[in-house]
């Protein structure tokens, strides 16, 4: 008999908020599941307007005013963090015609906001987010740590092409994102945003990803020449910590980590965009 983890339109939330346990990577390709179309499965297909609005206000009361309040306050100041830092990138560009200095530029806003970000794990783990604690996790603290220990803390790699290619990726990806979130909780949620906030990260992901990578790989050389961040014994801790092989580990992690997070999304775009239901099998 099947067994409904995920339907379109919150379903998990509900069934979470109702005491079954979370899981914490929903739907990995470790688990068994199936898609099923809702116009195959003979239902509705949740597409006519009537059935999001009901979708969206069922949302909302089950949210309650103080968490609906507050996110719609978080998603609208990050939308325009995020636009703010797109109208910077694109203002540096046209004046200077050099992607050298950008970084320098934005690094504030940038810094601000993606740490501000910090708080969609806190959201997931209180439960106002019907999402993975892991997922968010993963996905926010790769982006901490690329802001933090790697691109302000290593001056030399900041006019790297590859930054410029992160931040294209992140800066599209979050204006998308936020502004969708935004309005589907104002319950106005324009077809297009919803069709990029599904369909940009196809693209902008791996682009994200490759910055992130070229990065990280352009501070090796500095960072071992340096041995910034790391600790040799003998010390009076008695341990060492080599940030250059740290690296290197960090970067091999992407290539498990990375397929989870892009197949979650891809299976996202699937419920949200094409209405599918997601039917894990019991044995
Ligand atoms: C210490 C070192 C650690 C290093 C680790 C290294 C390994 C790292 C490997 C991987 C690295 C990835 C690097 C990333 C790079 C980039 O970002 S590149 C740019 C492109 N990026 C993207 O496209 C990002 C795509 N990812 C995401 O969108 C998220 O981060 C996500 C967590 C993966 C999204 O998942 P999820 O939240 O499940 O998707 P949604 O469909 O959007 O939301 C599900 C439901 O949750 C509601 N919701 C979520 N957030 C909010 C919110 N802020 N406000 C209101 N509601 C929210 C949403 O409405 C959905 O609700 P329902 O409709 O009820 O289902």
Redesign the pocket.
């Given at each position: 008999m099947g067994r409904l983890t995920e339907a379109a339109?919150?379903g998990?939330?509900a069934a979470r908020s109702a005491g079954s346990p979370p899981d914490l990577l929903p739907l990995s390709s470790t688990s068994r599941t199936t898609m099923v179309s809702s116009e195959e499965d003979g239902t509705n297909g949740g597409a006519s307007e009537a059935s999001d609005e009901r979708e969206a206000a069922g949302?909302r009361r089950r949210l309650g005013f103080l968490a609906t309040a507050w996110?719609t306050f978080?998603?609208i100041a990050?939308t325009a963090g995020w636009l703010v830092l797109a109208i910077a990138m694109v203002r540096f560009y046209m004046e200077k015609g050099t992607h050298r200095g950008l970084y320098k530029s934005i690094q504030k806003t940038l810094k601000f906001f993606q740490t501000f970000a910090l708080l969609?794990i806190v959201?997931c783990l209180i439960g106002i987010?019907?999402?993975?604690v892991i997922?968010?996790g993963?996905?926010?603290?790769?982006?901490?740590?690329m802001v933090w220990?790697i691109t302000h803390s290593i001056k030399p790699i900041q006019n790297e092409e590859s930054v410029v290619l992160?931040l294209v990726?992140?800066t599209v990806?979050e204006i998308t994102?936020?502004s969708?979130?935004t309005f589907?909780?104002l319950d106005h949620l324009p077809y297009f945003i919803k069709w990029a906030?599904?369909n940009?990260?196809i693209i902008?992901?791996p682009?994200?990803?490759a910055?992130?990578l070229l990065t990280i790989y352009a501070a090796l050389p500095y960072v071992r020449k340096t041995g910034m961040f790391s600790l040799r014994l003998p010390n009076k801790y008695n341990v060492s910590f080599d940030y250059y092989y740290f690296l290197l580990i960090?970067m091999a992690?992407?290539v498990p980590?990375?397929p989870q997070?892009y197949f979650?999304?891809l299976r996202?775009r699937r419920?949200?965009l094409h209405g599918e239901v997601i039917v894990e099998k019991d044995d």
């Open positions: 339109g919150g998990a939330w949302k996110l978080y998603n990050m969609e959201h987010i019907p999402t993975s997922v968010t993963v996905q926010v603290s790769s982006r901490i740590f220990l992160f990726a992140w990806t994102r936020y969708f979130y589907s909780l906030r599904y940009f990260f902008l992901y682009v994200g990803v910055g992130e960090t992690s992407y980590l990375f997070l979650h999304m996202q419920k949200v």
